[in-house]
T-cell receptor, first 112, second 117 residues
Framework: LAKTTQPISMDSYEGQEVNITCSHNNIATNDYITWYQQFPSQGPRFIIQGYKTKVTNEVASLFIPADRKSSTLSLPRVSLSDTAVYYCLVVISSGSARQLTFGSGTQLTVLP | DVKVTQSSRYLVKRTGEKVFLECVQDMDHENMFWYRQDPGLGLRLIYFSYDVKMKEKGDIPEGYSVSREKKERFSLILESASTNQTSMYLC????????????????FGPGTRLTVL
């Protein structure tokens, strides 16, 4: 069973870049990492997903180093509305079987 | 927009009651999932389904069962509710990974907060 580890909480100030790291067992080249954002009383919402190296979209970047033992979600210039819990999800495929493991979540608090 | 709906936002039941949590998605997704979310533990997978009438156990299936009679609907059943099943229950759906590189993004419902007294 894959195990993922995230920091429990992080604080930042508006306008700063925030990096949240998820540590996990080695994953294969076809396994992917997904990050979700969750606000209180809502279900998680997709932010970004990637297999390797670096992926960037309009809200975040995802970095996966060569050893694939971790991944980092990068949020550029955070605002107060980015205060939320962030989860990484590791999906490991083995033939037709898939194993889904969420991290325990990181509470990001953005301060004015 | 993908829409995943859950039958109740809040539910209060008594120990020993049979509880049904319903989830419906409107995007013709093949995959559907049930998670429970508890403080400090994140999301834990209870059951998932890749097709109608198909189900697979997740990490914590004990005390739960599921039903998928139609593609759009996935039900979680607590045969005899217990106090340790008090939790937030989240349903999600996704399309499978395809040759075109579909990324199996999960879309979540708003959750059902179940309290078992």
């Amino acid at each position: 069973l894959a195990k993922t580890t995230q920091p429990i909480s992080m604080d930042s100030y508006e306008g700063q870049e925030v990096n949240i790291t998820c540590s996990h067992n080695n994953i294969a080249t076809n396994d992917y990492i997904t990050w979700y954002q969750q606000f209180p009383s809502q279900g998680p919402r997709f932010i970004i997903q990637g297999y390797k190296t670096k992926v960037t979209n309009e809200v975040a970047s995802l970095f996966i180093p060569a050893d694939r033992k971790s991944s980092t979600l990068s949020l550029p210039r955070v605002s107060l509305s980015d205060t939320a819990v962030y989860y990484c999800l590791v999906v490991i495929s083995s033939g037709s079987a898939r194993q889904l493991t969420f991290g325990s979540g990181t509470q990001l608090t953005v301060l004015p | 927009d993908v829409k995943v709906t859950q039958s109740s936002r809040y539910l209060v039941k008594r120990t020993g009651e049979k509880v049904f949590l319903e989830c419906v998605q409107d995007m013709d997704h093949e995959n559907m999932f049930w998670y429970r979310q508890d403080p400090g533990l994140g999301l834990r997978l209870i059951y998932f389904s890749y097709d109608v009438k198909m189900k697979e156990k997740g990490d914590i299936p004990e005390g739960y069962s599921v039903s998928r009679e139609k593609k759009e609907r996935f039900s979680l059943i607590l045969e005899s509710a217990s106090t340790n099943q008090t939790s937030m229950y989240l349903c999600a759906s996704s399309t499978p990974i395809g040759l075109a590189g579909d990324t199996d993004t999960q879309y979540f419902g708003p959750g059902t907060r179940l309290t078992v007294l």
